[in-house]
Nanobody, 114 residues
Framework: QVQLVESGGGLVQAGGSLRLSCTAS????????MAWYRQVPGKQRELVAV???????YYTNSVKGRFTISRDNAKNTVYLQMTSLKPEDTAVYYC????????WGQGTQVNVSS
């Protein structure tokens, strides 16, 4: 059974930084790409970043140069280092396997004040 547990969110001023963590179980972590998503109330969940089973990454345009996705296979954990945060980054952030599991975690709330 897939379990995804996100943490690390919080309230930060614009220009600040946060590091999100997600511990995953239920699949062989090292054999799966991982992704971070975010969702604002009333909007669809948005893909933010992906890391494959190696070190190749993808970022949505709005976070390129500011966010960095990484993984630690020994800890079954994927990270999202977020810098130069903007108010428009405010959202609930979720992680998931790629291909997506239907089981989502509770997410972690990120609030960026102007």
């Amino acid at each position: 059974q897939v379990q995804l547990v996100e943490s690390g969110g919080g309230l930060v001023q614009a220009g600040g930084s946060l590091r999100l963590s997600c511990t995953a179980s239920g699949r062989t972590f090292s054999a799966n790409a991982m992704a971070w998503y975010r969702q604002v109330p009333g909007k669809q969940r948005e893909l933010v970043a992906v890391i494959d089973t190696g070190t190749s990454t993808y970022y949505t345009n709005s976070v390129k140069g500011r966010f960095t996705i990484s993984r630690d296979n020994a800890k079954n954990t994927v990270y999202l280092q977020m810098t130069s945060l903007k108010p428009e980054d405010t959202a609930v952030y979720y992680c998931n396997y790629q291909p997506i599991s239907p089981s989502w975690g509770q997410g972690t709330q990120v609030n960026v004040s102007s």
